[in-house]
């Protein structure tokens, strides 16, 4: 019984490491790569992890751990150096700052600060979301 569940464990994290290697392979993007080889490294300590409880040895907890950290790290890597800060982003908005930028982007671009086309804009006739009526 336990020989079978080896076995079928052996089996299902051997498809998903050549899952993860075709993704590899294939991409099509960075981000892509990167789950992948997170994967890839799923399935390792998975296949140390099987190994290890098949011949009884303690001894290999620490490179699973080591294994892991090392992955968990990667990833946290990858996933910073993606992302796309603008200009100046480096610190936290306010949500008042927030709320601010959200108006002037769905303001079109001649009627933000008070100007209209047709001159100063009527501050009476705003509602509460700043929007004119």
């Known amino acids: 019984m336990i020989l079978a569940a080896v076995i079928a464990a052996a089996v299902l994290v051997a498809v998903a490491a050549l899952l ?39 001894e290999t907890i620490p490179i699973l751990v080591a294994l892991s950290m ?32 959200a108006r002037d982007v769905d303001v079109p671009r001649g009627e933000r600060r008070g100007e209209q086309r047709g001159g100063p804009r009527d501050v009476d006739a705003e509602d509460e979301g700043g929007a004119a009526r």
């Open 70 to 101: 090392v992955g968990f790290v990667g990833s946290v890597t990858m996933a910073r150096f993606a992302a796309k800060e603008p200009e100046g982003e480096g610190r936290v908005r306010s949500p008042e700052e927030v709320a601010a930028q």
């Open 20 to 58: 993860a290697l075709v993704r590899v392979e294939r991409g099509p993007s960075m981000l892509d790569r990167a789950v992948a080889l997170d994967a890839l490294t799923i399935t390792l300590v998975g296949a140390i992890a099987i190994e290890a409880f098949w011949s009884r040895r303690t």
